[in-house]
């Protein structure tokens, strides 16, 4: 079971063209949002890698709008382990339970998720605020890590954690609660927006009498 007070949310490589590419990538961003909002909203801390950011570039900037204060670790193995500063805040946390998210879940999330564990971490992999260019190599990575040892989480799992002591926590669980609710409208009116553009219903339109 995740504890909040050992866990640590490491978002690994959401950056560049490459994160374009991401299979359900709206998804994958809206999550990693939402998994940012939560934690801050709870005192937690939170790590950022980049790879090679002065080839692949930086991160996604809706992302990084909501890590204001926390400075990208630039990473060059794809693990992010045997990165020296990666390793420092770490294991400075003094926190055993890291979630992980990121891409490419069938790589570097991986391949940080293996080392993780090997070295006494928890990993909880929040399932769907992963992506690979293809939803194969992402079922694939998802299904590894899981035989390796992490375990599998949702964003609203993780986001809203079970705690013994709800009193303790009740105005910071009603902010996350509120946070995710007012996330998921604001999804949702988009889609809603999206599907009603003039441009879009022309198209159907003129598939419809071409058909």
């Known amino acids: 079971m995740l504890s909040r007070a050992a866990a640590v949310l490491v978002i690994v490589d959401i950056q560049g063209n490459l994160v374009q590419a991401m299979f359900d990538k709206d998804n994958l961003f809206a999550n990693t ?65 890291v979630v992980l998210t990121g891409i490419e879940t069938h790589v570097c999330v991986y391949q940080t998720a293996l080392d993780l564990l090997a070295n006494g971490y928890s990993v909880h992999l929040v399932s769907d605020a992963v992506s690979s260019r293809t ?50 409208l604001a999804s949702n009116e988009n889609k809603r927006t999206s599907s009603c553009d003039p441009q879009s219903i022309t198209i159907s339109r003129k598939q419809g009498l071409n058909s």
């Open 135 to 184: 939803p194969q190599n992402r079922q694939i990575g998802i299904n590894a890590m899981k035989s390796a040892g992490a375990q599998i989480a949702s964003t609203e799992m993780v986001a809203v954690p079970p705690i013994r002591k709800p009193k303790k926590y009740l105005k910071s669980l009603n902010k996350v609660s509120k946070l995710i609710l007012n996330l998921q």
């Open 33 to 97: 949002i939402k998994l940012i909002k939560g934690f801050k909203a709870l005192g937690l801390p939170i790590i950022i890698t980049e790879q090679t950011p002065e080839k692949l570039g930086n991160t996604l900037p809706e992302i990084a709008a909501e890590l204001a204060g926390i400075k990208t670790i630039a990473k060059e193995s794809f693990s992010c382990w045997p990165n020296a500063d990666f390793h420092e805040q770490l294991e400075a946390l003094s926190r055993r339970h």
